[in-house]
């Protein structure tokens, strides 16, 4: 039998926002000392009270408009209850039946096309402490618990049931990593858990429209770990079924090394959390002109702007698609086409230009110290300059390469290196005429094969000025004039 898989994948969001979610405590922990950012109300002593942290209800709805939700104008926080080491409070204030956003959607690209995944909700809850499980190995097993991530922003987006592969889970949480980076919202680093995603997977003979029982992977710390531990999980409910067996609704981690998903609780140990409002919050009104005003500030996506550079600087798709994998690599490209001379090649010609220098030797110079644009020394104004010292022939393409590593290396001016260096093309045809008839002198064979009909021989005589001018030479000036001294000893 041949069977259809269902995944639907809750994706936990630490938001980007100064403070924590219900008190004036810093948010920015991920390098602090343990428990230097806490205060009575997120270590949850009694009689302390919550107040809503106003920027992450904001970025909540910021991140339901892109995602095309709707923003209910009355929304409230609840108790979750559960008893937990890591729970100051002994219960989360999360949201259950109101949440601020609903029924919105996020086109992935696929094989072959575009597919909508329904979005069934996004809302905002606060994250809990962490624990560290001592000693990794010998000695007497304890527990330490740092407080400075509770009551941290965590948005949660669910999606529903919609993906029907390994491969559409992965292209729906790089969709969603890249408009969260975009938005700004979050830091969405997957290793530093910014960005945790618990996948649901079901199978069912294909044609059933009826779900199968589904199970619940934790513990991924990568979209490559969220990839393995569905193809994993896909192919055990397969072989449960085809033995005669029945799925068990259970929660399963991911054990990395391993390569495999295992039971960590199932349904009947599963939690009733005894949901009900805050009685400590207000209820949330949303304003209609409040969510205007932040779709008008909804900045351009991926995916919009990747069909914008294909069609106001008529990249091919493969470019654009790089150049907009992150939102500084795009603005980055965006600088530097700005920096285009008047006088210089049409806004194409130096977008692909720009393009070409970004993705190519600039790449490879940064994944070679292992650096993002953002960190690179070499700016929008650098970039710009080199091209146009190419295109006004200062610099010949294999000169540029040499400033640009350079520039790369110092942080200087291609111009000013160009300038120290004596870097610069020789165009003075004196001086190229001199190497050419030392060339035509040391290399008699070549001569006599050019005379003897060889053409190509002049290929050779012309790199061997290039040599002798050290690769200064304008290609075209030497080819001139290796030419003509040849003619001219023909005549001879
Ligand atoms: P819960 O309240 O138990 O978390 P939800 O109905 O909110 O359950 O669903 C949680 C996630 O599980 C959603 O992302 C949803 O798309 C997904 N999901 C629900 N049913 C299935 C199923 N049969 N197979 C795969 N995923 C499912
Ligand atoms: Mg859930
Ligand atoms: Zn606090």
Known sequence: MKYETVIGLEVHVQLQTRSKMFCGCSASYQYAQPNTHVCPVCLGLPGSLPVINKRAVEYTIMTGLALGCRIPEYSKFDRKNYP???LMKGYQISQYDLPLAEDGALEIEIEGGRKSIGVDRVHLEEDAAKLFHLPDGQGEPHSLVDVNRAGSPLMEVVSAPDMRSPEEARAYLTTLHSIMQYLGVSAGNMQDGNFRCDANVSIRPEGSSEYGTRTEIKNMNSFRSVFLALEHEVDRQRRIL???GRVTQETRGWVEERGVTVSQRSKEHAHDYRYFPEPDLPPVMIGGEWVEEIQRRLPELAGQRK????EQYGLPLYDADLLTGTRALAEYFEEAVALRPADGPSSQLYAKNVSNWMLGDLSRLMNLD????????VTPQHLAELLNLVDDGTLSNTLAKTVLEEAFA???EPGKIVDQKGLSQISDSSVVDAAVSQALAENP????DFMSGKETASRF?????????RGQAKPDLVQELVLSALEKARDV
């Open 84 to 86: 937990y080491p890591d």
């Open 242 to 244: 085809e033995d005669g």
């Open 307 to 310: 069909a914008r550079f294909m």
């Open 370 to 377: 292992n650096i993002s644009i953002g960190e690179t020394r």
């Open 410 to 412: 110092s942080g200087q």
């Open 445 to 448: 064979k070549a001569v006599a």
């Open 461 to 469: 005589l012309v790199g061997q000025v290039m040599k002798l001018t």
